[in-house]
């Protein structure tokens, strides 16, 4: 599943990109969608930082009958993300850790500068196989991908929206 997704924040690109490059675990507590973040590499080279994050979703706003179809750590995934302050952009891509044939995500964010405001565009491709887990039978997870992937791209788009938010308050603090 493609999807794009923009947000706008009044703040200067610089600051807001620096701010979700550098300072994310400031914002962790009041992400409802997202339980941890565990920084596990981070590699700087100039303009571009190489990062590697493992993140555990919050499983609170998601149906539980979606939920129980999967052990806990099925909402965990390893990001590995570029962030070039060269063009403001990050491109990234998502593997589930225990289940790697089980997810293809990736995409890029890209920060425009829209006078003193930043416009954030995101662009990605999700793709799951839920019949790939464990104890999902085949025709249950070919049924519930395209339910399970628009979830995902809906938690996506609120977490967006909720960082930019929350970004938006602690720039305007300092």
């Known amino acids: 599943m493609r999807f794009s997704l923009t947000e706008a924040v009044a703040f200067p690109r610089e600051r807001v990109f620096r701010f979700q490059r550098d300072r994310m675990p400031e914002l962790l507590s009041d992400l409802r969608s997202v339980a941890s ?91 799951l196989y839920p019949e790939r887990v464990p104890g999902v039978p085949a025709a249950v997870g070919e049924a519930v991908r395209p339910l399970l992937e628009r979830l995902v791209v809906a938690q996506l788009r609120a977490t967006l929206r909720d960082t930019l938010a929350l970004v938006a308050e602690r720039l305007e603090r300092e």
């Open 37 to 127: 973040v565990e920084t596990l590499e981070v590699h700087v080279d100039g303009p571009r930082m190489r990062g590697v994050k493992r993140w555990t979703g919050a499983t609170a706003g998601l149906p539980a009958s979606v939920v129980g179809l999967f052990p806990a750590n099925a909402f965990q995934w390893v990001d590995t993300s570029t962030w070039d302050e060269s063009d403001f952009s990050v491109t990234w891509g998502h593997r589930h850790e225990r289940w790697p044939d089980a997810m293809r995500a990736r995409g890029t964010n890209r920060f425009e500068a829209n006078g003193e405001d930043t416009l954030l565009s995101l662009d990605g491709e999700l793709t």
